[in-house]
């Protein structure tokens, strides 16, 4: 059982930068793989980046390059640096955790944040 509350959301001008923090209470992060989610509006939720148990880390091409996911299992906070933020990138922003990588990309993650919003201007 781990409880997760996201922060660092907020609006930025399109080229800047946020970082958020998914900040755990419970099970250490050691135990769980972990991701972002986003959705913004009038679309489906996606996966965004995603950190397995062994620190192996996956992103969607969408990001990739921009984006870094990071986790300090000390703080038991989960990370998301966002730089070169695009309009596009404007979203709900949830972190997730599961034992098991696989099933946070299909979006069946055991636990969830209640998200922080990210709006980028142009």
């Known amino acids: 059982q781990v409880n997760l509350v996201e922060s660092g959301g907020g609006s930025v001008q399109a080229g800047g930068s946020l970082r958020l923090s998914c900040a755990g209470s419970?099970?250490?992060?050691?135990?769980?793989?972990m991701g972002w989610f986003r959705q913004a509006p009038g679309k489906e939720r996606e996966g965004v980046a995603v950190?397995?148990?062994?620190?192996?880390?996956s992103y969607a091409d969408s990001v990739k390059g921009r984006f870094t996911i990071s986790k300090d299992n000390a703080k038991n906070t989960l990370y998301l640096q966002m730089d070169s933020l695009k309009p596009e990138d404007t979203a709900m922003y949830y972190c997730a955790a599961d034992y098991v990588t696989g099933r946070l990309w299909a979006g069946n993650g055991d636990y969830w944040g209640q998200g922080t919003q990210v709006t980028v201007s142009s």
């Open positions: 950190m397995g148990r062994n620190g192996y880390t």
């Open positions: 419970g099970d250490s992060f050691s135990s769980y793989s």
